[in-house]
């Protein structure tokens, strides 16, 4: 999706209709402004940072027996 929109006097700039619905983005809602080289990414702000990265990047997870993960990355410390 790609939208224009336009900064005010006051340095401010509407979030398309469009945008808000597809990121459930309401009165209130705080956003976390991120600068890249050449642009502002503008992310929704989670209420609450465990649930949202609770299952992140399970797949690389899933056939990994954890006890044995941390196990040999301990024992690689001590090399």
């Known amino acids: 999706m790609s939208l224009t929109v336009k900064v005010s006097k006051k340095h401010q700039v509407v979030i398309p209709k469009e945008a808000r619905h597809r990121l459930k983005i309401r009165d209130g809602s705080r956003l976390l402004v991120q600068i890249k080289e050449d642009r502002i990414v503008l992310i929704p ?5 465990v649930s949202h990265m609770a299952g992140l990047h399970k797949e690389v997870w899933q056939n990994v027996d954890a006890t044995k993960y941390v ?4 024992e690689a410390w001590e090399d």
């Not at 702000?45 to 940072?49: I, S, V």
């Open 45 to 49: 702000k989670p209420k609450d940072y």
């Open 71 to 74: 196990r040999e990355e301990r």
